[in-house]
């Protein structure tokens, strides 16, 4: 029977340590699923989920820690089950830029959790060079399957007004 298990680390980015981490789980005899990397300021943060057998998973879960605390991370870890997700026949990606100010994330995850549109994955930033004052946050959402397309854009329509965009786009996909 394959485990499950959801890994995060963070610490200071430096060359190699996404490699170190790779290795640790690769020497504990489990597989990644799938993982994200991301660095914010002078961070990485790598989330994973991996795969294995009870003794692999429980070996990682052991040796992780110390191995984490040999490394300068900070490591978190939560056994799972990989569950297969509801079919959605309509999904969205939603991109907006708008003037950076607190609370754009928090009102537009309100927005979409208010209409039960599902995140299913989400990145931001705020934008430095030419476009500094900007903030870019981008969704991938799935959608209830009785939502017409024109709703959808209606929606998005009306939260870049509130939100008083600079520019915008939303992407509908139809299963």
């Known amino acids: 029977m394959t485990h499950h298990l959801v890994v995060t680390a963070i610490g200071e980015n430096r060359a190699g340590i996404v490699n170190e981490v790779a290795r640790q789980v690769t020497d504990c005899g489990c597989n990644i699923v799938d993982s994200r990397l991301g660095i914010f300021g002078n961070e990485f ?3 994973l989920l991996l795969s294995g057998s009870w003794n692999q998973i429980t070996r ?5 820690p110390l191995f984490g605390q040999s490394q300068a991370l900070i490591t978190m870890m939560k056994r799972t089950q990989v569950l297969s997700q ?10 907006l ?3 950076d100010r607190p609370g754009i994330v928090n009102r537009c995850t309100q927005f979409f959790s208010d209409r039960g549109w599902d995140i299913q994955a989400m990145q931001s930033q705020t ?8 903030f870019q946050a981008h969704f991938q959402l799935n959608l209830p399957e ?4 024109s709703e959808a854009e209606d929606a998005v329509d ?5 939100l008083e965009c600079e520019r915008h786009s939303l992407r509908l996909k139809r299963k």
């Open 158 to 162: 009306c939260l870049c007004r509130e």
């Open 146 to 149: 009785q939502l017409i397309d």
């Open 45 to 47: 943060t790598f989330i």
């Open 127 to 134: 934008l430095t060079g030419a476009e500094s004052g900007q």
């Open 97 to 99: 830029v708008v003037a």
């Open 86 to 95: 509801p079919s959605y026949a309509l999904s969205a990606d939603v991109e």
């Open 60 to 64: 990682l879960e052991t040796t992780l």
